[in-house]
């Protein structure tokens, strides 16, 4: 199963995720770039603001998901929603991705952030999978294993 491993990440949690992921798997990766700064006090407030108005932004992103069989998303979480920028990412290639795979990193209050993402993508993913910063290497072990066990012909 050709996997492609998507995120956005603004502090570095959900890269870290993302690339523990992608080498697990053997799968390719993508970081999807948010052309809005989010550096900063000014940064962070635009940051909650956008995402519970629902904004979209420009992103900047580089391979063509339509060529992977599944592609695993994952996002942090911004007033319990999604980012602007996989919000999108989502919206831009909802026709391209044939299975998708979510992830969200938080401080520990998901909100609705799965639950937009699978709107906005207008399907149901394989897997969800919430990180929470605190216990991100347990997490990353369980996603790890759940994505590996979609491709396991055995079961
Ligand atoms: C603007 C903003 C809003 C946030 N809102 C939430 C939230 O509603 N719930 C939560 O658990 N964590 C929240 N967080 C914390 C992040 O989701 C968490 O630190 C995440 O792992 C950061 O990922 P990153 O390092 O990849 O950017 C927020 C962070 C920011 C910057």
């Known amino acids: 199963m050709k996997t492609l491993v998507v995120f956005y990440s603004r502090s570095g949690t959900t890269k870290r995720v993302a690339r523990e992921v992608a080498e697990a798997l053997s799968a390719d990766v993508d970081e999807v770039i948010d052309k809005k700064s989010r550096k900063g006090i000014l940064g962070f407030l635009r940051a909650g603001y956008d995402a519970t108005r629902g904004k979209t932004t420009e992103i900047e992103f580089e391979k063509d998901p339509f060529d992977y069989d599944l592609v695993v998303i994952g996002t942090p979480v911004w007033n319990g929603r999604v980012t602007p920028a996989i919000r999108t990412y989502l919206l831009r290639n909802r026709e391209k991705i044939k299975n998708a795979a979510f992830f969200c990193t938080c401080a520990g209050r998901l909100g ?44």
């Open 112 to 155: 609705k952030c799965l639950e937009q993402m699978e709107k906005i993508l207008g399907k149901r993913p394989v897997l969800r999978k919430i990180l929470v910063r605190k216990k991100l290497e347990e997490g990353i072990k369980e996603l790890v294993e759940g994505l590996k066990a979609l491709s396991d012909p055995n079961l």
